[in-house]
């Protein structure tokens, strides 16, 4: 069972790696092309469809793949949930496009014209409800492979379509926005129906009132928790775009794109990690969903600060890099954003062992005093001294501040409600050692590498500097971790049996 999670780890984290490559490659070439403000606008309509996705929403996409993951399902089960998502769908449409006058259309999404609005939906729909849930499928069979082959396909054809559309001159908000919407549209229709196929149960299965009432339970505490969810997403890019403008906008979004790059690991692990625990409690193995969880924790945690403590010091030439000096105002919040998937990534690993055994009561009641504490403390932090209400006026930055520090408050606070109904140890102190070894690892490594890359006289200083920083870095990390090894969730053990996989030598190994 260890072997074969473990297989389907390494697939996901492979194509994984791939993707997110190709994915960032794309959002900075788009970045790149439409500049700040029209990079903020496109940010901003989409970020506010995923906000208002968690209204309808409402925890039955969680439910679903928690069903999924526990044992095959019948027709009806797809009929019911399929049929959902294309109310919300037409409901959405229906609403933006008839039902809304342009005063509203106007005020809520901030000047941008009803086909943009439109045409965001339909791109945020088809990426995070339609994908989502084909993928959901493919991986509660632990089709894996599949399901990462695809989305790779998707990654490549996009970048080599936004790379065709700029070098034409066609590349603007809307362009962006349409290819979304082909590509996952004909990735949905190419996978759905096999992998329907394959989750389906035998003749006989769930009646409609038993599935119906399934959803009810699992998703009844999350009905107010959706709303709020709405309020707390899109309030804080609204205050944004409002206070700070679209430009503030654009530098969020991008460092907030560069940042993911840390959560790369994590991200790859989540659906194996809610798949394993949903049918360890399916089985009433709770000890086995506790100790997945507990081993998901450090070593992601170290990953992801491995990533960020390597990247903060290069915040500012990442920027010049990547996007150009039309985002050199962007490099304060970079730094801040590399500092959100630390906290993050325990953040996503806990959310996904309370979906995943159906523990939403608990996961809701957090969530919802978490969130009535983060609007109005981001709207100190945006609003400037004209506001009715005067704030900070500390736009993007005050933004990536006041996300930073209420994730570590919010992750900690589920953790320790998790190790509580659990019967373990509530472990924090590993969090502040291991970001304080790896970051002042990252600024000392890229002090001495660059006065080696100024001593030789280099032509190409940053270049030689990041790649000898980067060498000293990963060499001195793996001495810390040689020497202490639960630094990243490992031991002992476990290094020499890597160690041996390496070598090739299958000697015993002692306990």
């Known amino acids: 069972m260890i072997e074969r999670v473990a297989v389907r780890f390494v697939a996901t984290f492979a194509v994984n790696v791939l993707r997110a490559g190709l994915s960032l490659v794309a959002g900075l070439v788009v970045a790149r092309e439409l500049g700040a403000v029209d990079f903020g606008n496109l940010s901003f309509v989409l970020a506010s469809f995923t906000a208002l996705a968690q209204v309808w929403d409402l925890g039955t996409s969680s439910a679903f793949y928690t069903f999924l993951s526990r044992r095959p399902r019948s027709p009806r089960f797809f009929a019911l949930y399929f049929g959902w998502l294309a109310f919300q769908a037409a409901a959405t449409v229906l609403a933006v496009a ?196 507990g081993a998901a924790c450090r070593g992601f945690y170290f990953a992801s600060a491995w990533v960020s403590c390597l990247l903060i010091p290069f915040s500012r030439e990442i920027l010049a890099w990547t996007v150009g000096p039309g985002y050199e105002g962007a490099a304060p919040v970079l730094m801040l954003l590399l500092l959100l998937p630390l906290h993050q990534s325990l953040g996503q690993i806990a959310g996904t062992f309370f979906y995943a055994t159906g523990r939403t009561r608990a996961y809701a009641r957090i969530g919802l005093v978490v969130m009535a504490v983060s609007v109005p403390w ?38 320790w409600t998790i190790a509580r109904d659990n019967g373990v140890p509530f472990e924090w102190g590993y969090q502040p050692g291991v970001f304080a070894l790896l970051l002042g690892l990252g600024f000392a490594c890229r002090l001495g590498a660059g006065g080696a890359a100024r001593l030789v006289g280099l032509r190409e200083p940053f270049l030689a500097e990041a790649a000898l920083t980067a060498v000293a870095y990963a060499g001195a990390a793996g001495v810390c971790v040689y020497a202490v090894p639960s630094l990243a969730g490992l031991t002992r053990r476990h290094l020499r049996l890597a160690m041996d996989s390496l070598t090739r030598r299958g000697r015993p190994i002692a306990a």
């Not at 493919?138 to 070098?167: D, N």
């Not at 930055?397 to 606070?413: P, R």
């Open 378 to 415: 981001t709207y100190l932090m945006l609003a400037d001294n004209a506001a009715p209400v005067p704030g900070l006026g500390l736009a993007a930055v005050g933004l990536a501040v006041k996300m930073v520090l209420l994730q570590i408050v919010s992750v900690n606070v589920q953790a």
């Open 98 to 293: 008839l039902l809304f006058p342009d005063s509203l259309v106007r005020w809520f999404w901030l000047g941008q014209d009803r086909g943009t609005v439109l045409l965001a939906f339909a791109a945020s729909f088809m990426m995070t409800q339609v994908w989502a849930a084909a993928s959901q499928l493919g991986e509660a069979v632990r089709r894996t492979v599949l399901v990462q082959a695809a989305s790779l396909v998707q990654a490549v054809v996009h970048l080599g379509l936004v790379i065709a559309a700029a070098r034409a001159g066609w590349l603007g908000v809307p362009t962006v926005l349409a290819l979304l919407v082909v590509e996952h549209v004909l990735l949905g229709m190419a996978l759905g129906p096999k992998l329907v196929r394959a989750n389906l149960a035998p003749a006989g299965g769930d009646g409609e009132e038993s599935v119906v009432a399934e959803f009810a339970r699992y998703c009844a505490p999350l009905l107010v928790y959706g709303w709020v969810s709405f309020i707390y997403a899109f309030a804080d890019r609204w205050l944004l775009q409002h206070f700070g403008g679209a430009t503030q906008q654009g530098f969020f979004a991008v460092g907030q794109q560069l940042a993911n790059v840390s959560l790369i690991a994590t991200s790859s692990v989540l659906r194996v990690l809610w798949k394993e625990v949903a049918e360890a409690t399916e089985r009433g193995d709770l000890a086995r969903a506790a100790t997945l969880y």
